[in-house]
Nanobody
Framework: VQLQAFGGGLVQAGGSLRLSCAAS????????MGWFRQAPGKEREFVAA????????EYADSVKGRFTISRDNNKNTVTLQMNSLKPEDTAVYHC?????????????????WGQGTQVTVSS
């Protein structure tokens, strides 16, 4: 199984970035997908998740109204559109796949992880 995240970069505060995660080696449409982020010296934290069909999404309070998660089961991709970026959004963003039930917020519920892509927001 491979999850490859891309689309990170350097952006000014207030700007936008679009992250994508390409999945292979798994039955993508069976998995819920999540995005997490980890800033230097901090624990990995939940950002957003989407269920297998795309009918349900969940967001961290810190990104609600600014970030949007979506998926394309035909292309085996999940996307995180990030708008109105803030310096505190700076982190390495990881995508993850979850097969079984359980809260989206807990990292331990995810079965597979991507390597991450760096997002840096300058003030």
């Amino acid at each position: 199984v491979q999850l490859q995240a891309f689309g990170g970069g350097l952006v000014q505060a207030g700007g936008s970035l679009r992250l994508s995660c390409a999945a292979s080696g798994l039955t993508f449409s069976s998995y819920a997908m999540g995005w997490f982020r980890q800033a230097p010296g901090k624990e990995r934290e939940f950002v957003a998740a989407i269920n297998w069909s795309g009918s349900r999404t969940e967001y961290a309070d810190s990104v609600k109204g600014r970030f949007t998660i979506s998926r394309d089961n035909n292309k085996n991709t999940v996307t995180l559109q990030m708008n109105s970026l803030k310096p505190e959004d700076t982190a390495v963003y990881h995508c993850a796949a979850k097969l079984y039930s359980g809260t989206y917020l807990y990292t331990g519920n995810y079965d597979y992880w991507g390597q991450g892509t760096q997002v840096t927001v300058s003030s």
